[in-house]
């Protein structure tokens, strides 16, 4: 294992070579379906849960801006019916057998997930299929959705940090669809038809574009034969073409700040409301673990630069605090705060001082020593459930790196020095983007 890091470090990927796969992960197996569906098994026996979950590329990343939010549209109406089954049917085959539905949609994804006994697997795995394949989308079920998603909209835009990220996403990403919430605006969610939801669903919602992971009380070849069974029947169609050549020219989609950039909104709110960061780097980019030990020096935890400093300090802000979302395109790492109006230009000069202090000097071994194992112990209480080794399995082989990131983070983690992150400093906290949401009176 430490071979092949340093040999994934060295090449600047850290994509697990096709031929090394087996071996790279004892427990885990992988398999691709006739009909191009990806599958990822691991057996978990330590209770009697099996978990079915699939990971289909369809996010904000892959929309149209005509079409923003068509995504999240779209998942939700799966949940509102089938051909077999009505959204209460629905509601009632997984909770009839003392099991969990769920789901979810970001900028690089949409996952749905069943978690059940062993002795019930069969209707949890057979309900994710009957979504994936057989929504209805029935005309009045896309009205009432359309009014839920409406209403999330306007309930978004009064919440002014929300708007600070929203308006640092559309800043920081000119051309890239990463500039788009996840729920669209009122205007494309409002014109989207009935039409544009079936093309995106039979479009993106295929076996070639969807990671399937079973994992818990279940063995390899059984879950496999289960799965072959259960999704069969799932369109084989390659996916549009967008999701071909999104990764060939997203880079010059997400082109960097050549200078800093500052952007306000004035509302009649309390606070001001603060958004300021930059662009960075796929999750697969050898640059990347370094950048998350760099977040977390920053503005993880009450113990982390930004927090003493701004809050523990000088009492400037409500919550401050660091973010290094992993994404399949080009990244951020994104620096947030809530203040007094009065406190605004104080708070955004601290934070700027520092990021000049991450720059001007490596930080301390000890300092970097805490943050690679805090990143670490975050990192395995995230795996606490079940749900979650699968959304890691199968959400790490959606972005490209394979399942076997999700045993190798750690070890990368712990490789990376104080010189690392002077290096990733330099290189990536350059030409910044200033978001702010605040009262006419901040300063």
Do not use: C
């Amino acid at each position: 294992m430490r071979r092949l890091t340093a040999a994934l470090i060295a090449a600047g990927l850290l994509i697990v070579p096709q031929a090394s796969r087996a071996a790279s992960r004892p427990g885990v197996t992988r398999h691709v379906l006739d009909n191009g569906l990806t599958v990822i098994i691991k057996e978990n026996p330590q209770s009697d849960l099996v978990v079915t979950e699939a990971v289909v590329r369809a996010g904000p990343r892959v929309e149209e801006s005509r079409q923003a939010g068509i995504t999240f549209f779209v998942r939700a109406m799966l949940l509102r019916g089938t051909g077999r089954r009505s959204g209460a049917e629905i509601a009632e085959a997984i909770e009839s057998v003392g099991g969990q539905l769920g789901g979810g949609t970001t900028a690089d994804f949409t996952a749905l997930y069943t978690i059940t006994t062993s002795r019930h697997v069969d209707a949890g795995m057979n309900l994710v299929a009957d979504l994936l394949t057989d929504a209805r989308f029935d005309p009045q079920d896309v009205e009432t959705q359309r009014r839920v998603s409406l209403s999330r909209i306007a309930q978004n835009t009064d919440q002014p940090l929300q708007q600070a990220i929203d308006l640092f996403n559309a800043t920081l990403y000119p051309y890239h669809s990463y500039a788009q919430s996840v729920f669209g605006t009122a205007e494309s969610v409002g014109s989207l038809t009935r039409d544009d939801l079936v093309a995106f669903y039979r479009g993106y919602f295929t076996a070639p574009n969807i990671v399937l992971v079973v994992t818990g009380n279940i063995a390899p070849d059984v879950a496999l034969n289960k799965v072959r069974r259960a999704f069969g029947g799932l369109r084989a169609d390659p996916p549009p073409r967008r999701t071909g050549w999104l990764r060939a020219v997203e880079r010059a989609l997400a082109p960097a700040p050549q200078a800093p950039q500052e952007i306000r909104q004035t509302r009649a709110i309390s606070a001001a409301w603060i958004a300021l960061g930059y662009l960075t780097v796929p999750v697969g980019h050898r640059d990347f673990p370094a950048l998350r030990v760099l977040n977390a020096i920053l503005g993880e935890g009450q113990s982390s630069r930004l927090f003493v400093a701004i809050r523990e300090k000088r009492g400037l802000a409500y919550q401050v605090g660091s973010a290094l979302p992993p994404r399949a395109g080009p990244g951020y790492i994104r620096l947030s705060a809530g203040t007094a109006p009065p406190a605004l230009s104080a708070v955004v000069a601290e934070m700027l001082e520092q990021v000049e202090r991450l720059r001007a000097d490596a930080p301390p071994a000890d300092e970097v020593e805490k943050a690679r194992r805090g990143v670490i112990g975050r990192y395995a209480l995230a795996h606490e459930d079940l749900e979650a080794h699968a959304f890691y399995l199968g959400w790490y082989e959606m972005l490209g790196v394979g399942y076997e990131f999700d045993a190798l983070f750690p070890e990368l983690i712990a490789r990376v020095t104080p010189e690392d992150v002077l290096r990733v400093s330099r290189r990536y906290l350059t030409n910044h983007v200033l978001a702010v949401v605040a009262p006419p009176t901040a300063r």
